[in-house]
């Protein structure tokens, strides 16, 4: 049984950190962009953002099927270049857990960047910051209770995905069986036994990342 364990929370941490730093990373970005900037089309961006917190797992699992497939419009291209296609890896759960979970840092750290007053940035810009610097070092520090919260729900919500992950990695023992898939296959198999590890394991993970975050921020303010 140690085998059946191991694998399921080896990938499933390998999968949710990397997703965790791509959500984070690109999530900052769109977040200050969505706080700070006013344009053409901003409430379409800000949909299309949010768009996979509110769609069922599967629909977001098959349009990345359709889209990253080997005869879908990404996938194509990658698959003439490289003769690889990524459905049915643990590259392609990667991206499915990016997609499912950065609604969640967007929007949790958009609002905690609108909510930074900005005559603190004004400050900065009159010494002779500029704006990269004043994000840098005003906005994103003074926001970083939020910043941190969505980087924890994501993280979470990366650990807990099934519908997305199942459509385009599959359920590959030993490849890409994740926590919350083995969850599953294990109970349709009976093996009931399994499946209570994994589950208090993955309960366990959960609460660990939330206690965590919530030690931190109340150091923060201190």
Do not use: C
């Not at 900037?37 to 961006?45: E, N, T, V």
């Not at 194509?76 to 991206?95: D, E, P, R």
């Not at 459509?167 to 294990?186: C, H, K, L, Q, V």
């Amino acid at each position: 049984m140690q085998s059946q364990i191991w694998f399921p929370l080896v990938i499933t941490l390998k999968i949710s950190i990397i997703s965790t730093i791509l959500v984070a990373t690109l999530g900052l970005i769109i977040s200050y962009i969505l706080a700070r900037r006013d344009f053409r089309g901003k409430w379409l961006a800000e949909i299309l953002v949010t768009l996979p917190l509110v769609l069922p797992p599967t629909v977001t699992g098959y349009l990345l099927v359709v889209l990253l497939g080997k005869n879908g419009f990404l996938g194509n291209i990658l698959y003439n270049i490289t003769g690889w296609t990524i459905l049915f890896t643990w590259q392609a759960a990667v991206i499915a857990a990016f997609i499912v979970s950065i609604p969640l840092m967007v929007k949790t750290t958009t609002a905690a960047i609108e909510a930074v007053d900005r005559d603190f940035e004004y400050a900065a810009f009159t010494l002779g910051r500029k704006e990269l610097e004043t994000a840098l070092f005003i906005t994103l520090p003074l926001a970083k209770k939020g910043i941190l919260a969505g980087i924890v729900l994501s993280f979470a919500r990366a650990v807990g995905e099934f519908g997305a992950t199942l459509m385009i990695a599959g359920n590959i023992p030993g490849r890409t069986n994740t926590m919350a898939i083995s969850i599953y296959s294990s109970f349709q198999a009976g093996n009931n036994e399994l499946a209570n590890m994994l589950v208090i394991i993955l309960v366990a993970m959960s609460f660990l990342s939330m206690a965590v975050t919530a030690k931190l921020v109340d150091r923060w303010r201190i």
